[in-house]
T-cell receptor, first 114, second 113 residues
Framework: SAVISQKPSRDICQRGTSLTIQCQVD?????MFWYRQQPGQSLTLIAT?????????ESGFVIDKFPISRPNLTFSTLTVSNMSPEDSSIYLC???????????FGAGTRLSVL | DAKTTQPPSMDCAEGRAANLPCNHS???????VYWYRQIHSQGPQYIIH???NNETNEMASLIITEDRKSSTLILPHATLRDTAVYYC??????????????FGKGTLLTVNP
């Protein structure tokens, strides 16, 4: 298993600004994922962020809007850039410690954009 | 597109077994069946996964049909804290997927006192 801490837990931001979300893991893991959960919806994968390689984005998500850093095996950041109200969502990170599909999730960052 | 079909909601009495069905008729031979749940305002929680044999852990049992086209997650003695959205997901390490999880709408299980 793994324990994941996300910061901030919630934020209210103004349109046009950017927010960087941090994800800290209590152990070294290669595979890390970022998800978005829009209000009342299920989770959608934004990107896979494996240490040592560039993040791989899913269809509909681009690096300019959601730049990701993965400087080491225990940490990653997701930035939501040039925010609009449509970006209001919960953003979650997860890790897959043994690359076997059982992922462990953080509590999420609840973002509201005004 | 989601590869699984689940009922949108189910009810269960506290203390009784909760049986959550999932259809995954297009599952391929190297794909696993995973179950996660999401309690309100929390991140998803891994429950169990299996390939073709039935599996049991401290949280639940997973029954996979012989043709692997459907499965059932069993919570043997449901409690109020088991009220959550339960997601059935198929995934595997093929085509560069790296066990990516595609969440569908899931089943909202409500455990009633």
């Amino acid at each position: 298993s793994a324990v994941i801490s996300q910061k901030p837990s919630r934020d209210i931001c103004q349109r046009g600004t950017s927010l960087t979300i941090q994800c800290q893991v209590d152990s070294q893991v290669t595979m890390m994922f970022w998800y978005r959960q829009q209000p009342g919806q299920s989770l959608t994968l934004i990107a896979t962020a494996n240490q040592g390689s560039e993040a791989t984005y899913e269809s509909g998500f681009v690096i300019d809007k959601f730049p990701i850093s993965r400087p080491n095996l225990t940490f990653s950041t997701l930035t939501v850039s040039n925010m609009s109200p449509e970006d209001s969502s919960i953003y979650l990170c997860s890790v897959d410690p043994i690359a076997g599909g059982d992922q462990y999730f953080g509590a999420g960052t609840r973002l509201s954009v005004l | 597109d989601a590869k699984t079909t689940q009922p949108p909601s189910m009810d269960c009495a506290e203390g009784r077994a909760a049986n959550l069905p999932c259809n995954h008729s297009t599952i391929s031979g190297n794909e696993y069946v995973y179950w996660y749940r999401q309690i309100h305002s929390q991140g998803p929680q891994y429950i169990i996964h299996g390939l073709k044999n039935n599996e049991t852990n401290e949280m639940a049992s997973l029954i996979i049909t012989e043709d692997r086209k459907s499965s059932t997650l069993i919570l043997p003695h449901a409690t109020l804290r088991d009220t959550a959205v339960y997601y059935c997901i198929v995934s595997g390490n093929s085509g560069g997927s790296n066990y990516k999880l595609t969440f569908g709408k899931g089943t909202l299980l409500t455990v009633n006192p």
